[in-house]
C-alpha cells in the first residue's frame, strides 16, 4: 500500500531553465542508470522474499518508495525546465517543434507528445523498459546489482551536476548524489551481513562443479601467457572456499559442429 503527500521529497527549483538540460535529465528518469529502474528493481526484490527477510524486505520497500520520490523530483526539474524557457525560445517551440530541437537540442517529443512535461523515456526518447530491472529472487545476487545501480546512477547524477551551472539543478543533483552515496552504503552493508555472499547462490552444492577451474583464471590468448601473480591467481578467495590459479590455457575439447538439421527445415544445402 502506498500514500502520496502533495510535497516534493526534497526542493526542486530552476533559475534558468533550459530545454536541452531537461532533456539530458531524462536519463535520470527512464534510463538505464535512472529512478525508475532503481524503483521498480527494489520493489519487485521486496516483493519475492519470505517472511523470514522481513527486515531486507522493509529495507527494500523503504527505499523503494524513496526512489518514487526522486522520480516526481526530476519529473518537476524536467517539466520547470521545459516551461519556464524564456519567452522566444518557448513561442519558437510551440511553433514548430523542430525549429525547437534544432534551437535547443531539446526532444521534439517532449513538445509533441507531452506537452513540455517529462516523459517515462531516456534521454535519446527510448521509452523505459523493464529490461533494466534486475529481481533475480537471490537477495545476495540483487544486493550485487543493487550496487551496481547505485553506483552508475550516481556517476550519471555527477555528470549533470558538472554539465550544468544553474544553481538549483546543482542543489538538487547534490540531494540526490548524496542519497546515492548512502544507498551504495547500505546495500554493501546489507550484503556483510548475510552469512554467504558468495558465491551466488551460496546454496548450490560446491562440490558439484568442475573443481579444476571453479577457482582458476583462465587466460584466452592465442599463445601462452605467464601468469601475471595477480590477486586473481594466487592466493585464498573471498569466499574462503578455494585457492585461486591460473591456466594459460583454455581446455579445448570438441570441433563445435553442429548435427545435421531436419529435413523439414530446408536448411540443408545439400537437397537444394
Do not use: C
Not at 523493464?130 to 546489482?145: H, I, K, P, Q
Not at 601475471?228 to 591460473?246: C, K, L, M, R, V
Amino acid at each position: 500500500m502506498f500514500f502520496h503527500e502533495p510535497e516534493l521529497q526534497y526542493d526542486v527549483t530552476v533559475e534558468e531553465p533550459d530545454p536541452h538540460f531537461a532533456k539530458l535529465l531524462q536519463q535520470a528518469i527512464g534510463g538505464q542508470e535512472g529512478e525508475m529502474r532503481v524503483a521498480l528493481q527494489y520493489l519487485f526484490q521486496a516483493w519475492a522474499l519470505p517472511e523470514e527477510y522481513e527486515a531486507y524486505r522493509n529495507l527494500l520497500m523503504e527505499t523503494a518508495t524513496e526512489e518514487l520520490g526522486h522520480i516526481e523530483m526530476l519529473a518537476t526539474a524536467v517539466t520547470k525546465n521545459l516551461r519556464g524557457s524564456p519567452k522566444q525560445m518557448r513561442e519558437e517551440t510551440e511553433t514548430t517543434a523542430a525549429a525547437a530541437a534544432a534551437m535547443t537540442g531539446q526532444n521534439p517529443r517532449q513538445f509533441l507528445s507531452s506537452g513540455l512535461s517529462a516523459m517515462p523515456v531516456d534521454s535519446n526518447g527510448v521509452p523505459f523498459t523493464g529490461g533494466y530491472v534486475v529481481a533475480s529472487g537471490n537477495l545476495a545476487g540483487d544486493l550485487y546489482a543493487n550496487v551496481m545501480a547505485e553506483a552508475t546512477g550516481r556517476t550519471l547524477a555527477t555528470r549533470l551536476w558538472e554539465y550544468t551551472d544553474d544553481p538549483g539543478m546543482k542543489d538538487m543533483l547534490s540531494y540526490l548524489i548524496a542519497r546515492d552515496t548512502m544507498h551504495q552504503n547500505q546495500w554493501l552493508e546489507a550484503l556483510e551481513s548475510l552469512d554467504d555472499p558468495v558465491p551466488v547462490p551460496a546454496s548450490f552444492p560446491q562440490e558439484e562443479e568442475n573443481q579444476s577451474v571453479n577457482y582458476a583464471f583462465m587466460s584466452t590468448r592465442r599463445e601462452p601467457q605467464p601468469d601475471p601473480n595477480a590477486p586473481w591467481t594466487q592466493g585464498a578467495a573471498p569466499d574462503s572456499n578455494g585457492e585461486f590459479t591460473y591456466l594459460a590455457e583454455q581446455p579445448g575439447d570438441g570441433d563445435g559442429v553442429p548435427p545435421a538439421p531436419d529435413p523439414s527445415t530446408y536448411d540443408d544445402p545439400e537437397s537444394e
